[in-house]
């Protein structure tokens, strides 16, 4: 039986719980056995990002550390597996321990791309029929390099119609410490963000990136928007598995 | 944030954002550039070759850049383009100040030059007694408003044509008011036509300046630049030293990308290549060519081999269209004049990541500029770096005002950010706590009271991965 190591995000832990576990399942589903080892914590970007890259390796070590055998290591977010996969070996070029870190940051992959690439999964979807909405964040498609994994999954859904987003691949204004650094054009980003995606008439907004769906989810929210966001582990899941 | 921030850009694009006509001029003429260069390359893989191409012509020169620019002096000198050398903005202006009193020239008509604005060369030529007139379209609609470029190959695309409408009939003698594009249009050209022919000097910038054969290209849609460097008696080109390129066969891509990147056109309209002044049997062009080369900074970036991929920039401005950033707030929130991401990245390397540490973290670093990038500069990288830069400096660096972006209260959060999160027992218990009491937070504590202003509280879930993990009781390793 294939194992993997899963790595939930600090943002997945704290406000998408569910998309983790929902994660998970996908992989269990498709024949994995799902490793999961204590003691995560975050993958460290905000530090990398804002040039405190002391800390974020001090951070990034202890989480490398878990994750010993050589197995891929799955994540429900592009931006954390960005960082990870390209942006460590980056953090630790010259150090003692960089070549274990390369070797670590080989076995990263974001979820959608790993149910795609690796395992070829089928879905069948058991849902109602549904509009939804696309988001393609920034970080999994321009940093990670995903290529359209999120999307084919969705096309496998029978009763799935996504209508995109006018501006499918512009910034929704997160960008970490952006959203608080620069809180009025991060606003006026996000603002823009939930108004393209309430045009599309979807009732659903998904994305890779639990970070997305923490602005735009609280933009939609300040502005009383029916429309929800949604984790796309978490809505896969929801829709192919019988309760 | 900062206590050395002299400027805010986080201010003025506040201010920009509530400006609805400004934000709206910008969208269209972003979405309308957009598309166009979008058109220009139908093929992803037509286009990343001639990426490639492009991004090796330009390192490659840079990597002979002191012999390519000797040589450059060589040939220049042999077409009789005189070349003259200043490390500063200053020196740069002395130097022309020169040239013109030589002549005794009182008025300079001007090309477009982004060379000289960071020069700020026509308010030290107005100081002198020497009157410059921008004879680029958008440079002469701004200069009539005493305004900056808030684009630097689309200088006036803060304006829209009702904006301009009125500043034509306000501003130019015997002007009616008209909104038709075609009759402003005619207005500037009739004010301009007559300065071309009137001015005793023009200017002009440096596309690319061929070092093997001393030729000055220009690359411009008007004929105001052909008009500059050809009508009046003497000429002066302006350029960066980072212009240079070896040959003429490496133009060909270079052009072929910087007209498609910037306004989306296969071809611009004119195409000057300039070799020398007024040949003995020739019956126009101008007596005398000189070739001004400025440093300002350049060679301190050139020195660093991460930062020197700055100076790979063909200025094609695709790097703004594409910013989501630029496109809300427009250039001149940027108070540089390099706006955009490549003024984010260039600006705090020549006045100090200290003092523009406003810029440096002005992005939410999502990539869409290098993605374009016709030259792949990488733009968020370097914006990391010289986030680090401004806080720590790295061993060796060359950066101006490295270390000097750094205060007490950032280096605290980060110290404390990673005491936690190094710590899975310490991480837990916040995270417990998060769970159980996050929602009590309230919407004014710091840094939480920036994220409210347009958004919810974000709320934790009442059960973190782990602990559910840890209820299934599944094996964790």
Redesign the interface.
Known sequence: MQEVYFYGTCLVDLFFPEAGMAGIQLLRRAGVKVLFPEGQTCCGQPAFNCGYWEEAREVARTQVALFPRNLPVILPSGSCAGMMKHHYPELFHGQPDEAEVRAFSARVYELTQFLVAVLGVKLTDLGEPVKVTWHSSCHAVRDLGLKGEPQSLLAQLAHVELTPLARESECCGFGGTFSVRQPEISGAMACDKAADAEATGATVLLSTDGGCLLNVNGTLEAKQSPLRVQHIAEFLWERTHAR | ?HAETEVS??DA??KA?LDPQLRANFRRAMDGLISKRKAQFPDPADLQDLRALSTAIRSRSLLNLPALLERLEASCAQNGIQVHWAETCEQANQLILGLLQAKGAKTLVKGKSMVSEEMHLNAFLEEHGIEALESDLGEYIIQLDDETPSHIIMPAIHKNKDQIARQFSQKIKDAKYTEDVDELTAMARKVLRQKFLDADAGLSGVNFAVAETGTLCLVENEGNGRMSTHVPPLHIAVMGLEKVVANLEEVAPLYAILTRSATGQAVSTYFNLITGPRGEDEKDGPQEVHLVILDNGRSRIYADPQLRATLRCIRCGACMNHC??YT??GGHAYEAVYPGPIGKILTPQVEGVGTRHDLI????????C??VCPVEIPIPEIL?R???????ADAGSQVLGRGTGRTAS?DWA??L??A?????AV?RLS?WF??RF?WALPAGAP?LK?????????V??R????????AEG????
């Open positions: 944030m850009f986080r694009a506040a954002l989501p950033v809300r707030v973290h002005g992005s939410s670093l999502c990539g869409a290098a993605e990391i010289l986030r680090r830069e401004a806080t720590h950032e980060w110290r950010w990673a936690v999160l190094k710590r899975p991480y995270a998060a769970t996050g840094l920036h994220w409210t202003r347009s958004r919810t509280k974000p934790p879930a059960r973190s991965l782990t602990e559910r993990m840890r599944g094996r964790h390793d």
